[in-house]
Structures are given as structure tokens and as C-alpha cells.
């Protein structure tokens, strides 16, 4: 599996973008797609999953509210539309496949480039 995250870019606190990764190489049937951030100086940490039924989601704290994962099983995509936007937020954004509906980067077997996401005044 082949994931390419794009959407990225810069925008003001407040504001809002719309992450989207496409997967190519083979279905995405049956796997939880997740996103993941890594801020300049910090470890990968967990922003966003969800389920091949895209019922079941999980958020981590500090975007909950703010963030919703969203996917499309006939396009083979996932989307992640952030709002209300914060300078914290500014990172590089992975998206990533694995079969476990999990926070731990290490329970994914498959990842993107990643996009950059910079939130300033």
C-alpha cells in the first residue's frame, strides 16, 4: 500500500484545513487508517483513527472537538478536517494504514510522506 497525504499548508490561528490521504497499490478494505503528527523537536504522536466501518473513531485529547476523521472506502481515501486551528498544532501530518485500531505509531505498517501543517499569525 502506497498512502500520499496532501492539504497541507499555512494558515492562521482559528482557521482550518482539510488533510487528505489517498492510498494506490491496493485496497484499504479492512484496515483502520490513522493520522499521526510530528512537531519540530518532538516524538510522532496520535492525532486521529478510525475503523474499515468508519464507525468506531478515536481522538486524542488535545484535538478532540476540533478535528474529525472522516474516510471513503470507494475512493480509497481518508480525510482529516481540522478546525479552530492552533500554533500547537504546527507539525508534519502521516497518515498511516495498519490492521489494529490503535494510538501506537508502532501498530501501523503503513505510512505516508507526510504533509506539513503550519498554524501562524
Known amino acids: 500500500v502506497q498512502l500520499q497525504a496532501s492539504g497541507g499548508g499555512l494558515v492562521q490561528p482559528g482557521g482550518s484545513l482539510r488533510l487528505s490521504c489517498t492510498a494506490s497499490g491496493r485496497t484499504l478494505s479492512g484496515y483502520v487508517m490513522g493520522w499521526f503528527r510530528r512537531a519540530p523537536g518532538k516524538a510522532r504522536e496520535f492525532v486521529s483513527t478510525?475503523?474499515?466501518?468508519?464507525?468506531?473513531?478515536m481522538y486524542a485529547d488535545s484535538v478532540k472537538g476540533r478535528f474529525t476523521i472522516s474516510r471513503d472506502n470507494a475512493k480509497n481515501t481518508v480525510d482529516l478536517q481540522m478546525n479552530s486551528l492552533k500554533p500547537e498544532d504546527t507539525a508534519v501530518y502521516y497518515c498511516?494504514?495498519?490492521?489494529?485500531?490503535?494510538?501506537?505509531?508502532?501498530?501501523?505498517?503503513?505510512w505516508g510522506q507526510g504533509t506539513q501543517v503550519t498554524v501562524s499569525s
Open positions: 498511516a494504514a495498519g490492521r489494529s485500531y490503535s494510538a501506537i505509531p508502532g501498530d501501523y505498517d503503513y
Open positions: 478510525l475503523k474499515w466501518s468508519g464507525i468506531s473513531t
